[in-house]
């Protein structure tokens, strides 16, 4: 499964922005889509998860009530809607496809990743 996740930008505190996630390749493997985010010279953290037939979703306390995860099978396409940013959401935020069902905030069992997209938030 191939990734490729977009929608990063800059926005001022209270703002809103949509990361996307397009998957393309042998999609009918994938068990979850997570977001995971990164900021320099700190390990990387769960942000929000989708199952892919289910629909059951699953959110890091931080960003509870802020993000939504959704999907659109039909296009193989993952959405994370951001509002409320603030200045620690700033981050390189990927995208990840897991095979496997399990804890959705345990990256090791997502088997691929997309390139990342940087989400600054602005005072």
């Known amino acids: 499964v191939q990734l490729q996740a977009s929608g990063g930008g800059l926005v001022q505190t209270g703002g809103s922005l949509r990361l996307s996630c397009a998957a393309s390749?042998?999609?009918?493997?994938?068990?979850?889509i997570g977001w995971f985010r990164q900021v320099p010279g700190k390990a990387r953290e769960f942000v929000a998860a989708v199952r892919w037939s289910g629909g059951n979703t699953d959110y890091e306390d931080s960003v509870k009530g802020r993000f939504t995860i959704s999907r659109d099978n039909a296009k193989n396409t993952v959405f994370l809607q951001m509002t409320s940013l603030i200045a620690e959401d700033t981050a390189v935020y990927y995208c990840?496809?897991?095979?496997?069902?399990?804890?959705?905030?345990?990256?090791?069992?997502?088997?691929?990743w997309g390139q990342g997209t940087l989400v600054t938030v602005s005072s």
């Open positions: 990840a496809a897991s095979r496997y069902s399990g804890r959705s905030d345990y990256a090791p069992l997502y088997t691929s």
């Open positions: 390749g042998p999609t009918f493997t994938i068990s979850m």
